[in-house]
Every structure is written in structure tokens, then in C-alpha cells.
């Protein structure tokens, strides 16, 4: 309404830029996730916790890229290097000195044999899962309603479904797929399980069906396509024994994860995975991803054995970028010093909630959280559809866009990313906003 209309008038060329591109790509973004109405802002340029959009309007920046920018934006240090590196050409086609540094500080930071390079969280979990059916000889995958792995038909089953679709709530398998219609092809589908996000006792109902057959578990350690769902801590050290119960692998998806602690999400939950994927914010804002597991499994990789290839794997920019990054930005203390912000953050808004009697509660984990409107604890895929309201959180995310706050990814299943570039001023000019929307949404 009045939101909606203030913001169509700070954003005109915005606009003008999204009605032309609407004509040439979907919907006017060339990534399904950055729909927004009543149109995506078109951004220009950016520097640590700011963004520019093409109005001239300066932002404090929350999404950070969809968390692959814990560094910041533009940081300075990464940025200089990796524009030195670029005077040595943009990519190869060979293996680089770098490439073998990277692969052991990557190794050795988190703890496994050997790594596989690639450019996107999507072909990091592809890898995994082919990885899992060869050591395993099984096919089936059992993967968690709501969680998300990339955009490629494997996984594409359960991401986010409608409950019609979604099946039995304690075995929601979804074939076809939730989608109305046939993206994935039904044999494909077939082969993935979707069970219950922090539910064990049916994910042990559906083992005893499966488990056999299940090739690898696959999971967000913490789900962050619907908000911020960590798994409850013995939820997790009992989906690592009942793995191991069956003989199947324990598969992270740390796209997102790899950027929130120093070891990943074995440190913040004591269990270690079989394979790990990490991508994002590892590579500082450039194409990044690794494949972690032990020399058992990754050796199953080569020449007329397990196929896995790219042209841009181990670029010398990203393998530079992401160096620097995990040698010199994301260090124990950067991360501490994002996770302490992002707690003062946390803390403001639940204060604005108490205040001002909202339906609403706060998650918040390591420099990631979001605010929930609903009292309720959300714990599954179907809390957050069936408990979580879209509307206020809508009327929220402009209210705060107008005056100057991104809080964070603009869809309501984001969450916010506090980068090593935040400060505590941002932090306080944040809440300052938050509590003149607050008013506003109250009065
Ligand atoms: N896995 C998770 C948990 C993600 O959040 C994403 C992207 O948002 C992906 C995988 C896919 O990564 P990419 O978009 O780099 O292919």
C-alpha cells in the first residue's frame, strides 16, 4: 500500500531497467530467488556493508550477495590482490601452484584427505551424490523437506513444496515433485526420499523402509532456504548414527555454513559428515566450490572411473580469492567479531518485538539469523509454511528498504549475513530504522 508506493517512487529507473529485462529473461532477474514486488532493485555498485542501486539510493546491505560475501563487499585486501593476479591472465585450462596451496588449506582447515574444486554450490552437491551412489552401489538419497542443494534435477525434489503436494507429513515424499509440473522426471524422483527436518523418530520409520537402498543422507546443517533451522544437536549426532547404522553417508551441504564458523558446521555440532560441500562465501565473492571427503572416497574420481569436470575449476582468480580469503579474512577472530554483531543485532530487534507485543520471534546463529512473524518455534519445513506469516514480514521488508536497510535476502525464506565489513554503527543505525517501522506496522 503506502509502503509499496514510496518504494516504486525511489526506484523508478529501477523499474524502468526490470520492465525492459522483463522482455528478455523470466520475470526480469536471471535467478528465480531474486523475484521481488512489486519489482527487484537493480544494483550498481557497493563497498563493505553498503550497496548502491541505480536511483543513487545508498542501502545497508543484509543479503551480502546470498551470503557469499562474508569478506564484504569490494573488501579492499581481496580485491587488490586479485586484481594484481588478473595482470596473469584470467584462466588456464591447467592446474596452478595455488590450486595444490588452496587444496591443503582447505584440507587441513576442515579436516579431510582430499577436495575437488568447482565454480557453484549446485555442482559441489552434484559431485557429492555421484560420489555417494559409487562408494555406496546404491541410488537412493534421502534428503529433508524445505532444504534446498542447488538447481539441478537431483535434488530438485521436496525444496519447496506446497503441503498438497508434499505428501504424508511424517513421509512426505513428493513425486513428481511439489512443482505443478513435470520438472523432474518421475525415475529420477523416485530415488530421492524426503523425510521431516528435525524429526527422528521418522526418519528411523523411513530408514527401516529404505535404508538400504540410501546411498547418502544429504542436508543443510543448518536449513537456510526457509530461514535459519538448525538441527537440533541430538537430531544431528543421531542422523550420523543411524548412517553409519546402514551404512550410508552423511552428506553436508555447507554452501552456506562453510562462511558461519571457522571449521564449518562439525564445529559448531560436534559431527563430522563423509563428504562436505562448501561454496559461497569461501570464495570471497568469486565462483567457489569444494568437495571434501577422505582419500577412500574422492580417489573414486578419475579418467574412466567417476567422471567430474569443468572448465572453470580451479580458475586462478577464484583459487586466489578464495586463498586469501580463508588465510587472511575469514580468520577465528573476523568470524567471532560477525557472530558477536549479529548477535547485538538479534538482540535489538527481539527487544523491538518485546516492545511493541509483535507476533514474532528471532533465530539467530553464528552471523546469520532472521525474524519469524509467529510466536511459535519453527522446526520444519511445514512450521514454516503452515505457522510463518508472509505479509507483515513483506510490509517489514519494505518499510525498512525505504529508508535505507536491506535486512536481509528480499525473500521471506532468507536470512540476514553479517560480513567481517559490518560494523557496530550499521548495527545501530539498523535498529534506529527497525524501531520507526515497528511504530509504524503498530500504529
Ligand atoms: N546449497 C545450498 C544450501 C544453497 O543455499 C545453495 C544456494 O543458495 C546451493 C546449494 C546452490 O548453490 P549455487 O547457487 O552456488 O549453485
Redesign the pocket.
Known amino acids: 500500500e503506502e509502503y509499496v508506493s514510496k518504494f516504486s517512487e525511489k526506484t523508478p529507473k529501477s523499474r524502468e531497467i526490470w520492465l525492459k529485462l522483463r522482455k528478455l529473461t523470466p520475470y526480469g532477474v536471471h535467478s528465480n530467488?531474486r523475484v521481488f514486488e512489486p519489482h527487484p532493485l537493480m544494483l550498481q555498485k557497493a563497498k563493505g556493508s553498503r550497496v548502491w542501486d541505480v536511483d543513487g539510493n545508498e542501502y545497508i546491505d543484509y543479503t551480502m550477495a546470498?551470503?557469499a560475501l562474508v569478506v564484504g563487499h569490494a573488501n579492499p585486501v581481496l580485491l587488490e590482490k586479485v586484481k594484481q593476479k588478473m595482470d596473469e591472465g584470467t584462466i588456464y585450462g591447467y592446474e596452478t601452484e595455488l590450486s595444490c596451496k588452496l587444496s591443503e588449506v582447505v584440507t587441513r582447515r576442515y579436516g579431510f584427505d582430499m577436495v575437488r574444486f568447482s565454480n557453484?554450490?549446485?555442482?559441489g552437491?552434484l559431485l557429492a551424490i555421484r560420489l555417494a551412489r559409487v562408494a555406496t552401489g546404491r541410488s537412493k538419497i534421502l534428503k529433508f523437506e524445505g532444504?534446498?542443494?542447488?538447481?539441478h534435477e537431483l535434488l530438485m525434489v521436496g525444496v519447496k513444496p506446497d503441503l498438497k503436494h508434499a505428501g504424508h507429513p511424517k513421509k512426505p515424499r513428493s513425486v513428481p515433485t511439489g512443482f505443478p509440473y513435470h520438472v523432474v522426471p518421475k525415475e529420477l524422483a523416485e530415488n530421492v526420499v524426503v523425510a521431516p527436518w528435525n524429526d527422528a523418530e521418522a526418519i528411523e520409520e523411513i530408514m527401516k523402509v529404505h535404508g538400504n537402498d540410501i546411498a547418502a543422507i544429504i542436508m543443510?546443517p543448518v536449513a537456510?532456504?526457509m530461514g535459519v533451522v538448525p538441527a537440533k544437536k541430538d537430531f544431528m549426532v543421531f542422523l550420523r548414527k543411524i548412517a553409519n547404522e546402514y551404512n550410508s553417508l552423511l552428506i553436508f551441504?555447507e554452501?552456506?555454513t562453510s562462511g558461519m564458523w571457522y571449521r564449518g558446521a562439525q564445529e559448531y555440532f560436534g559431527v563430522k559428515p563423509d563428504i562436505m560441500v562448501a561454496?559461497?562465501a569461501i570464495g570471497g565473492g568469486f565462483p567457489f566450490?569444494a568437495v571434501l571427503a577422505s582419500k577412500e572416497l574422492l580417489e573414486l574420481v578419475g579418467p574412466r572411473k567417476v567422471p567430474h569436470g569443468g572448465t572453470f575449476n580451479a580458475n586462478p582468480l577464484s583459487v586466489y580469492a578464495a586463498y586469501v580469503t580463508l588465510t587472511e579474512l575469514l580468520t577465528e577472530s573476523n568470524l567471532a567479531y560477525t557472530h558477536k554483531l549479529s548477535e547485538e543485532l538479534a538482540k535489538g530487534y527481539r527487544d523491538i518485538i518485546e516492545d511493541k507485543g509483535f507476533e514474532a520471534h528471532v533465530v539467530q546463529v553464528a552471523n546469520k539469523g532472521t525474524i519469524y512473524f509467529s510466536r511459535e518455534e519453527i522446526n520444519t519445513w511445514r512450521d514454516f509454511v503452515l505457522k510463518v506469516k508472509w505479509g507483515p514480514w513483506y510490509v517489514w521488508t519494505l518499510g525498512m528498504v525505504i529508508r535505507g536497510i536491506i535486512p536481509q535476502a528480499m525473500a521471506y525464506d532468507e536470512q540476514w549475513t553479517i560480513s567481517i565489513m559490518h560494523t557496530r554503527d550499521d548495527i545501530q543505525k539498523t535498529l534506529e530504522v527497525a524501531n520507526i517501522v515497528a511504530a509504524e506496522m503498530k500504529g
Do not use: L, P, Q, R
Open positions: 530467488w546470498f551470503g557453484t554450490g549446485s555442482e552437491t532444504h534446498y542443494h542447488g538447481s543443510e537456510m532456504n551441504d554452501v552456506k561454496a559461497k566450490a
